[in-house]
């Protein structure tokens, strides 16, 4: 028997504190889910030649392709404070990024769905000729994703589909999709909120100030009944130094620009069910899906198990994918039995799946959701 | 020049629009042929008098800006615009020109009896007429009717003086019978024959050219007339919903009780029974010319680039005014557009050009936290908005390129008679989903009526069977001529590798795959941004301009677009076009009186204009709009720069070409549908029917790339007519010809 310990394993951190060397290695569920190419779209005053407010336009499609990210990057003298650039795409995404906050470090836009957007940049004052904004980078979604069934047939299934109870449907409200780079991938995960701005995910995710800045969590990115994509809102993470990490628990919690929660929902911290009490639901996006669900043949293995630390985590027998990585797991009466980081597998075959227990979350941030005891960082 | 309306210009008077807004929704007119029936100089001032009264007085007179030479005169002005004729200047007219005139002339108003007023010649404006005080300088600008007066000669029968012999006769000074192609005095001879040899004795009516002027004026039909509904018979049901509730108030500078009887009564119709023995039979309606058009500057550009009529300012005639029907499958359009007409929906409702006051402004959804971007600008109908680059905008786009209206707003479509219909696809699905439902939408939704379908996007199937795609639009192929745009990705496809659906596709005989080309006029090549650009493949059809591509989008506004999104709808008009006028011209000879979308198809590539630089790209070359719709004649040039249309009478039923391509040597005339010259290669490429009888239009349409014409000194003969003329026989030699079109259908 291969055991195949995948290599994102070094990207990971510590290792699990379990001894049983027969076990194979974790697969962290950040999913490398496409392409970041190199672009040389120049838009200096050369090519500003358009008529006021809006001196050059364009448009990016990329067929096939679930979503793309632009990178943009500004040098010489600051834009304006009211030049944007302003992107409209499918499901009526329509953003405008004011280009002062933009640098020579330069920016990921939010995501723009189906692969294509209209590009504009608008600017009703004048602009410095030394100004130029470059799109040097192009993220595009392109890779299938291969579901981890630990047995039988893959189950996820569509959050809106009618096969799914309506009272697991809505579970599903704070579960957002992550979209980030690290390392020079393209990576996706999922994550939930906790809080009406607070999202929690894997640590195995968000890591880093530039995963945190990378970040754009996509809320509503779900088919709905009658099976027409929709997307929600884009938030990024606020501020990575305000965030809060805890590496044996593969957690981390961070502030986004905005409060979804009122809109979205949050999953309650106080109140927990317990993995050893049955069937649960996993609320997910695999890889670039749109949120999923699994709750066909999804139940708790072992319990109390080691993970990252001693008896952090409890297997499961949920379908999950890459990119379920921060996905909550429920129990059937939506009560939050745990964090879904780890997938296992045993030659062509999975053979577990792993969340953290709420309540290890809950203790590491009891009293309450807003205050975050601060753990050793990681070595 | 844009002319103006006498109601637009009493809002300037007034400085108020209030008095005038309906007044300016006014599309359609009535166009009347008016001829004085004048005897002498005196009786024709005064039905000109009674022709500019009759239409200032019921607020159709149309005026434009002229500018006093000297001596500073008003009738002076008008004599040398040529503007009045006649012995001399009535009073009336006097009064009429000072009122258009306020800051250059004063008179005396004394209010109109109730006698004058029954009169519509008899008063100005509900006023007595007087003599205006003017105090003018030359250089200044003064209002002034803006009517063409044409001078023709026609023949008169008039009786003859005792003794009066054809020789006697001395035409006048300015009499012009060039039209005849002799002289004035020929003409007299000609139709005199029998006083040639017997002077007249009395009581004999001879045949004189005399000089007649007549002018085109239009009139605004309103809710009140009561030729309403005589005009409806004519009218587009798209045009009847904007005849006008004239409004005439205290704004205007009428007396009050002239307005309020206006606002009882039709002006159209007062107008009309004024003028009635000097108008011919009510003729047609006439939208605005494209003349008209305020965005036309910005569209001139693209409409040489295809060779449209518009160019030239030239309006669509009768035959390619017919109103085929049009789908544009693309994103939802929730509203309809000032200058789109009413747009009919696949589940039956309509959606009409919204009212000003009552259009909603469309608010861009703030999704991302960074800022929200400001809402457009309100609806004036002459808003230009660089950032209408949504989805729906992108629909209203493809609407307007082909058929935004002529209506004296905004801009024009390359066919705006076309019907409209918007087939709502949701891009927003997977492409698997977007297949499966446009499969759907082509087996049950398309309107029977339609014959034209423009497709301005494109899907990579994962696992859906392009087949079935292809099945769909297979069984459309006796009626409806699907347009598709390339793709913008600059991608260049081949027969192995093509899976933008349904673009590549168009190996079917009914779907046409439309590249994007740049702008340059003489050596186009595709067109290309810096993130994007036309997809190619040597198989696509035939290419279209795809940028700065001014067009309608939603909110009432206008944006310019570029893409191949944007070169597809003007193949979708011209391709409406040719629909309108081969339909119309061999409608007795088709069965069913329908051309097939292959012919229209074929029609469109080989009338196209071919660059050597789009080898490869492309199969055929740009569009060419004006050879596509000229459906009657052959299009000849020749080398020595002639440019010949006409009836073929004469030519080799074979010619010789010199090719190594066996079996391509003998060429049969009437297979020819292009013979076109290739500078880089100095040596013909042509189109050809092949596969079906002798001068099908069925069989596969063949390029062939050289061909070294061997057949030199046959003689061809083309009977050239002009303005239904008797026609005139023009002849070369085959050697000559650099360029060949066929006519649509051999006669």
Known sequence: MTRLPLLLLALAGPAIAQDDSARPGPVLEAYVDGLIEARDIRIGAAERTGPSPVPWSDEISVPGSDYIRLHLRVEGPPFPPDATLRLLGALDQDVAIPLDRVGPDGMWSDLMPFGRARIALVAPTPIDPQSTLFIDQLMMQSTKITPYSVHGINQLTPINDAAVPADLRALGAPVAFLSFIEGGFARTCSGFLIGPDRLMTNEHCINSAATCASMTAVFGYEFDTEGRLGMGPQLRCRDFEAAQVNVTLDASVVTLTGAPGPEYGQVDLAMLGDAADGPMVVIQHPGPQPKQISFLDCDAGETRIAGRGPETDFTHTCDTAGGSSGAPIFDVSGRLVGLHHFGFQDGEAWDSNRGVHADRIQDWLSPDTTAYPAETPPE | ?747
């Open chain 2, 1 to 747: 020049m844009i002319r103006r309306s006498l109601l637009a210009w009493t809002a300037l008077l007034a400085a108020s629009t209030a008095s005038v807004a309906t007044a300016e929704m006014a599309v359609p007119q009535i166009t009347f042929q008016w001829q004085p029936d004048a005897a002498n100089a005196i009786e024709l001032s005064n039905e000109i008098e009674a022709l500019y009264l009759a239409l200032y007085n019921s607020g159709n007179l149309t005026v434009r800006d002229a500018e006093l030479g000297q001596p500073p005169f008003v009738e002076s002005l008008m004599r040398q615009e040529q503007v009045m004729h006649g012995a001399h200047f009535p009073v009336a007219l006097d009064a009429m020109m000072c009122d258009l005139n306020p800051d250059h002339c004063r008179r005396t108003l004394r209010p109109a009896g109730s006698g004058e007023l029954r009169d519509l010649t008899a008063h100005v404006g509900g006023y007595v007429p007087s003599r205006g005080r003017w105090s003018l300088r030359g250089g200044e600008t003064l209002n002034i009717p803006d009517y063409d007066f044409m001078t023709t000669t026609t023949l008169e029968r008039i009786p003859a003086p005792k003794g009066w012999t054809p020789d006697a006769f001395v035409a006048d000074q300015g009499l012009d019978c060039s039209a005849f192609k002799a002289s004035c005095e020929d003409v007299v001879r000609r139709f005199n024959p029998q006083l040639l040899k017997a002077p007249a004795s009395g009581n004999v009516a001879i045949t004189v050219p005399q000089q007649q002027i007549g002018t085109t004026v239009a009139l605004r039909p309103d809710t009140r007339s009561s030729y309403l509904n005589q005009l409806k018979e004519v009218m587009n049901p798209d045009q009847s919903g904007s005849i006008a509730q004239l409004s005439f108030d205290e704004g205007s500078t009428f007396s009050p009780t002239w307005n309020q009887t206006l606002e009882s009564r039709s002006p159209a119709d007062l107008a009309i029974e004024a003028i009635r023995q000097n108008v011919q039979t009510i003729g047609t309606i006439q939208n605005f010319g494209v003349g008209d058009e305020p965005f036309l500057h910005s569209q001139i550009g693209l409409f040489k680039l295809v060779n449209h009529p518009f160019a030239r300012l030239e309006d669509l005639d009768e035959t390619q005014s017919q109103p085929v029907h049009v789908a544009v499958i693309d994103s939802r359009l929730s509203d309809g557009h000032c200058d789109l007409p009413v747009i009919r929906l696949s589940d039956g409702t309509d959606l009409a050009p919204p009212a000003p006051e009552t259009d909603a402004e469309t608010t861009p959804t703030p999704v991302s936290d960074t800022t929200t971007p400001a809402p457009p600008p309100a609806d004036t109908c002459a808003t230009i908005d660089h950032l209408a680059m949504s989805d729906a905008d992108h629909a209203a786009g493809v609407a307007g390129v082909i058929a935004s209206r002529a209506n004296g707003k905004g801009m024009v479509g390359m066919n705006p008679h076309a019907r409209l219909w918007m087939m709502a696809f949701d891009r927003n699905r997977v492409a698997d989903q977007q297949i499966d439902n446009l499969i759907l939408q082509m087996q049950i939704a398309i309107p029977e009526d339609v014959r034209v379908a423009n497709l301005s996007f494109g899907v990579q199937p994962r696992l859906s069977n392009p087949g079935r795609m292809a099945n769909a639009m297979a069984v459309l192929g006796s009626r409806m001529l699907i347009v598709a745009a390339a793709g913008n990705e600059g991608e260049k496809f081949d027969a192995q590798h093509c899976p933008v659906l349904p673009a590549c596709l168009n190996d079917l005989d009914n779907v046409l795959t439309v590249v994007g080309l740049d702008s340059d006029m003489d050596d186009p090549g595709l067109w290309t941004s810096q993130s994007a650009g036309s997809n190619s493949n040597p198989a696509f059809d035939i290419g279209a301009p795809a940028e700065n591509i001014l067009s309608t989008a939603t909110g009432n506004r206008f944006t310019h677009q570029a893409g191949t999104s944007f070169a597809a709808p003007q193949v979708t008009a011209a391709a409406s076009l040719v629909f309108s006028t081969g339909e119309y011209v061999y409608g007795d000879e088709l069965a069913g009186a329908q051309l097939s979308p292959k012919i229209v198809k074929d029609r469109l590539i080989y009338t196209s204009d071919f660059f050597a630089g789009l080898s490869g790209a492309v199969r055929a070359g740009r569009l060419n709009v004006g050879r596509a719709i000229n459906v009657r004649e052959a299009q000849f040039e020749l080398f020595d720069g002639r440019t010949i249309t006409g009836q073929v009478l004469e030519a080799p039923d074979e010619f010789v070409c010199r090719t190594p391509i066996a079996g391509q040597q003998f060429q049969k005339w009437y297979n020819l549908r292009r013979l076109s010259w290739n500078e880089t290669k100095q040596r013909h490429f042509l189109f050809r029917h092949v596969g079906s009888d002798l001068g099908g239009r069925y069989g596969v349409l063949e390029r062939d790339a050289s061909c070294l014409v061997r057949t030199l000194s046959a003689p061809v003969e083309v009977l050239v007519r002009q303005n239904n003329g008797p026609g005139e026989v023009v002849s070369f030699q085959f050697r000559d010809i650099r360029d060949y079109t066929s006519p649509l259908f051999d006669q």
